[in-house]
């Protein structure tokens, strides 16, 4: 890479680089954080960035496998979008994540183009190929135009695609979660959309075979729907003595009971309910105003608890011992609405997505839980009276994690989740206390390590406080 010129521009409060540069040659581009890069066709490989000259020394740029790839190392808070205009005689590949965009100031003329966006990326190009392959998740946002003989598309997500104007032989989809797509395909159009993804239809191609599951459903070019498919439940089904315990997505919860022979009844075995929160290192649930965007609604971040099996060790007799068990946990942690969690090239980021905001946002942790605990139990002939006092450590172990937003589109409710683990922690080391008196049984727990990474996301300790609503026995 060769620098061509940099010329400084003096606009207060910021000082404005405009940096110009000769590259390598390369057939795509690639960019996360927030850069905005505009695109141009030409016989020259060259780069003009402008931005705030003192974040240039965070910004790389470098051909990599003719990859024109665009990185930034700094903070993203508060950061303006860096942009960078790209002039190069053809793009195969253009790949963005985080809050990129990308546009063209001319029709992109190409014999084949693959356009893969994640996070909060936009696209709006217009563009002539033969072949255009477009792979969106997250809440991408892809506007296009002109024309391509074949289109394949996969959308995820809360992706959105407006294609109306971008004239197609062929179309083929494959649309899931909550995304919405709208085509125009001459000839054939065929693929499937399911969860509550709409695709719209500009006008009845030849030959039209698309298959629906879900609560999906094709629209026509006025937004009224031609064909809509069944819901589909997604339920999870738990039988654990005399009980079933049904849970969606976390916090949604039934139970009934089970006729059967009652078997012995243990104090930690069951299911729970409760709130989770996070504290600062120094034990305060009021986080500084740079985390805001953790700043949690404690009545909507449910903990749920399902303690499957207890094995107790008696130490002396039935007033002391050890007990110890397996059993599920779903931390959910109910965010701000107005952002959104990003997983950075180096750290945790957040940023506040350009499309409509959902009136749920969450963050969900599903644990496998072995606590080791020390009991102390009062004896009684009633099984109401006895009065039970537990202290000890639990081992979390993280078996998945994602944010979940919830939008309402035209009336529906959808759903965007993105598997990811954020840089949480793998393990959770809590202390943990119990007490109660018969089947009511209070808990606390308290985390000895930060939610998330060192040095990849904000100092935070998860507490959560709640209680037994079931015991299995």
Do not use: C
Request: neutral net charge.
């Amino acid at each position: 890479m060769k620098t061509l010129a940099a010329i400084t521009l003096i606009s207060l409060p910021l000082l404005i680089s405009a940096q110009h540069y000769v590259m390598d040659p390369f057939t795509g581009v690639k960019a996360g954080s927030v850069f905005s890069i505009v695109l141009y066709q030409g016989n020259t490989y060259e780069v003009l960035l402008e931005t705030d000259s003192t974040l240039v020394p965070d910004i790389g740029i470098k051909v990599k496998d003719n990859l024109l790839e665009f990185e930034y190392t700094g903070s993203v808070r508060n950061l303006e979008r860096i942009t960078a205009h790209v002039t190069a005689p053809q793009y195969l590949l253009l790949n963005g994540s985080s809050a990129s965009s990308f546009k063209t100031e001319v029709p992109l003329n190409t014999p084949s183009l693959k356009l893969v966006g994640s996070g909060a990326t936009s696209f709006t190009l217009e563009i002539e190929t033969e072949l255009l392959t477009s792979e969106f998740s997250g809440a991408t946002n892809a506007t296009l135009s002109g024309m391509a003989s074949v289109h394949q598309l996969k959308a995820s997500g809360a992706s959105q695609l407006k294609a109306f104007e971008l004239a197609t032989v062929t179309t083929e989809v494959n649309i899931s979660g909550a995304s919405s797509a709208k085509v125009d395909a001459s000839s054939v159009l065929t693929g499937h959309v399911s969860g509550v993804s709409t695709l719209g239809v500009k006008a009845t191609p030849d030959t039209q075979t698309v298959e629906l599951s879900g609560l999906s459903s094709i629209v026509d070019a006025d937004n009224k729907v031609v064909t809509q498919s069944q819901v589909l439940s997604d339920t999870v089904r738990v039988r654990v003595g005399s009980r079933e315990v049904t849970i969606v997505d976390g916090d949604d919860v039934t139970t009934r009971r089970i006729p059967k022979v009652r078997s012995f009844r243990k104090n930690w075995a069951g299911f729970e309910l409760g709130i989770n929160g996070l504290m600062t290192p120094d034990h305060s649930i009021n986080l500084p105003s740079e985390l805001g965007y953790l700043d949690l609604r404690y009545e909507k971040s449910v903990a749920v608890n399902l303690n499957l099996y207890q094995q107790n060790l008696a130490l002396m007799g039935d007033v002391l011992g050890l007990y110890t068990g397996i059993g599920l946990g779903w931390n959910n942690y109910r965010l701000p609405n107005n952002i959104l969690l990003v997983k950075g090239s180096h750290e945790l980021e957040h940023i506040v997505p350009d499309t409509d905001l959902p009136y749920k946002n969450k963050l969900t942790m599903m644990m496998v839980n072995v606590p080791l605990m020390l009991e102390l139990q009062t004896r009684s002939h009633s099984e109401f009276s006895k009065f039970h006092l537990a202290a000890g450590v639990n081992l979390g172990v993280r078996l998945s994690s994602h944010t979940k937003q919830v939008y309402k589109l035209d009336g529906k409710k959808d759903k965007v989740k993105t598997h990811e683990d954020f840089y949480i922690n793998p393990f959770r080391y809590d202390l943990q206390a119990r007490m109660g008196w018969g089947k009511i049984n209070f808990f606390a727990s308290y985390s000895l390590n930060s939610l998330f990474r060192d040095g990849k996301g904000p100092e935070v300790y998860p507490f959560s406080i709640g209680l037994r609503i079931l015991n299995f026995d």
